[in-house]
């Protein structure tokens, strides 16, 4: 498995490095092209919005409400929480600059995209009236590019997999709920299978009643998890008023040094932005086309005028505010740092191993130590019938996120002579850690001798940290409220996706086929490492993008000769 995570990570690398010329070059290429046209009707965007031109009469299957608030409810998800996390850890605040421009830019792709979905729509196998990327290529460029149109639902059907959503949710359910309650083990694989088991009751009700259902769900959770989301953070940004401007600034000038995390390391700085954001807001990617294409209209620039505000609520609006929260709070830097003192707490206790054999195991959590005067390292014994001598040492390196914690545990009772078993076991108030035996020059362990790392790769705690931070007590439950609207949301939404590529890919008749194969993926996911998940779906992302930026920039002189003529007919109305 281990082996598998580390070529997915390594093909995701690969694909993903044109990312930011596909989709902020792409992008730049339609604002440019449009000459800024998007921008001049975010007030005519909001009036179509709010059903001033809504025509029951019109074909589609859902109002251009529901179908932002369906597409939104992919987007405005998980990403919003987990995956900003993920950004500013592994990319430094620097990385949310990136995202901006990406979502900017996103402007125009998003319209570009989802009028083409209008303009374009084709008739599935049994004569159902269906849009996007596929239909776009097949429909506007001709039916001989339908091997781009097959790749594009290929790689549809793995980048509208829920991994991210359903992993991320089980980790807060588990971490937040559960391990306080004394409900997980030291293995969390049972408790990850239950999670998931409800999570995949509570989809399926949803994903087999199709776009009409996913649709009015979408309508009536998307605004609720967007008010009850901002006002949290705002008030997290109330209460840290006077970092709110350096954390911005921090934004800004990190964009283009890169010195936080990457060590100077612009370029790969700016892909860590893109991907994030091509994650938060899908403008270029093409699930997006295919929701706004299943609106009720007849305009295809209208529908391109709705769409195009998902990157504003998105990335501008929900994606900054939870930057800034992580900002603020300081729970982005490494917590085992140079000039954060840090209490190491351990427990040995005997258990049983799974093949029944007896060990002694060590139990280490660490925190940070208030006392500005406390060593950098203290450590607090909780072992009475087993007392362990420790010695613990802090290690500073260049590179923040390599700071670590050598620690020596050395048994002063062990008659039987057990095997020492050396865990971690994270809560949402302590520092997430990874914990491994310490080897030598030549690979072999070294008896005793343990490295304590901190787990930067846990996106949704770094979050739940930074709630719990600035809101003790009920911090951690308040987000944990807001994370199951989100990722539920996005899981009904994902699913359609999937559905229509495997529509066009087998038929009609055989698209609910996905559904299962969508099932099975949430259940991965639960149980799934976080750096697994992100790495398939942002390879996805990155291939599927290929075909619809080459699409959407071959035909936008079609879209530009349809918005000027919408924009007359408007004059004279």
């Known amino acids: 498995m281990k082996q598998l ?171 937040v709920v559960l391990a306080p309650s004394g409900l997980v083990g030291k293995d969390p694989l049972l408790a990850n299978v239950l999670i998931g088991l409800v999570i995949v009751t509570l989809v399926s009700t949803v994903i087999f009643g199709g776009i009409q259902r996913i649709g009015k769900v979408a309508s009536k959770m998307v605004p609720l998890m967007v008010a009850m989301y901002i006002a949290s953070v705002l008030f997290i940004l109330i209460t840290h008023v006077q970092d709110v401007v350096p954390s911005l600034v921090l934004i800004v000038t990190d964009a283009f040094t890169g010195e936080a995390m990457l060590g100077g390391a612009l370029g790969a700085l700016i892909v860590t932005g893109v991907r994030r954001a091509a994650f938060s807001n899908e403008a270029g990617i093409g699930t997006a086309p295919m929701m706004h294409g299943a609106a009720k209209t007849k305009e295809p620039v209208r529908e391109g005028l709705v769409a195009m505000l998902g990157p504003v609520i998105d990335t501008l609006v929900v994606c900054t505010m939870t930057a800034l929260a992580i900002i603020v709070t300081g729970v982005w830097q490494p917590q085992i740092d140079q000039g954060k003192n840090v209490i190491v707490t351990l427990d040995a206790k005997k258990v049983h191993l799974k093949d029944n054999s007896k060990a002694i195991q060590i139990e280490v959590m660490a925190r940070v130590n208030p006392l500005k005067d406390a060593k950098p390292v203290t450590v607090s014994n909780n072992s009475k019938d087993l007392p362990v001598q420790v010695n613990a040492t802090l290690k500073i390196e260049k590179k923040k996120t390599l700071n670590h914690i050598d620690l020596s545990a050395q048994l002063l009772n062990n008659p039987e002579s057990l095997p020492i078993k050396m865990v971690t076991y994270n809560k949402p108030d302590y520092i997430p850690l990874v914990v491994s035996q310490k080897t030598d020059a030549v690979g072999k362990a070294i ?55 495997t529509s066009f890919l087998l038929g009609a008749k055989r698209q609910n086929w996905y559904n299962y194969l969508y099932i099975g993926s949430i259940m991965y996911g639960a149980i799934a490492s976080a750096d697994a998940a992100v790495n398939l779906i942002d390879a996805m992302y990155a291939l599927m993008a290929i075909p619809t930026m080459f699409s959407t920039i071959w035909l936008a002189p079609k879209v530009r000769d349809a918005y000027k003529d919408y924009f007359r007919r408007m004059k004279e109305e």
């Open 5 to 175: 995570e580390a070529l997915l990570k390594q093909f995701s690398g690969i694909v993903t490095t044109p990312l930011p010329f596909i989709l902020i070059g792409g992008g730049l290429l339609l604002l440019l092209y449009s000459r800024f046209m998007p921008f001049k009707y975010f007030r005519h965007a909001y009036n179509i919005l709010r059903g001033k031109y809504d025509d029951v009469n019109d074909p589609g299957d859902i109002n251009h409400y529901e179908a932002l608030a369906s597409a939104l409810a992919a987007t405005v998800g998980v990403g919003n929480i987990g995956g900003v996390a993920v950004a500013i850890v592994t990319g430094g605040p620097g990385a949310v600059f990136w995202m901006w421009l990406s979502a900017f830019v996103g402007i125009a792709t998003k319209f570009f995209t989802c009028t083409l979905a209008i303009m374009y729509r084709g008739k599935d196998s049994v004569g159902h009236v269906q849009g996007g990327p596929m239909y776009a290529i097949t429909e506007g460029m001709g039916k001989h590019w339908k091997p781009l149109a097959t790749f594009f639902c290929i790689t549809g059907i793995f980048g509208a997999m829920p991994l991210f959503q359903a992993n991320q949710l089980t980790e807060v359910i588990r971490n």
């Open 447 to 501: 008896p005793n001798q343990y490295i304590i790392k901190e787990n930067h790769d846990l996106g949704v705690t770094i979050t739940t940290r930074a709630f719990s931070k600035a809101m003790p007590g009920f911090g951690a439950g308040l987000l944990l409220i807001c994370i199951l609207v989100f990722a539920l949301s996005t899981l009904f939404s994902y699913s359609y996706y999937g559905v229509k590529c």
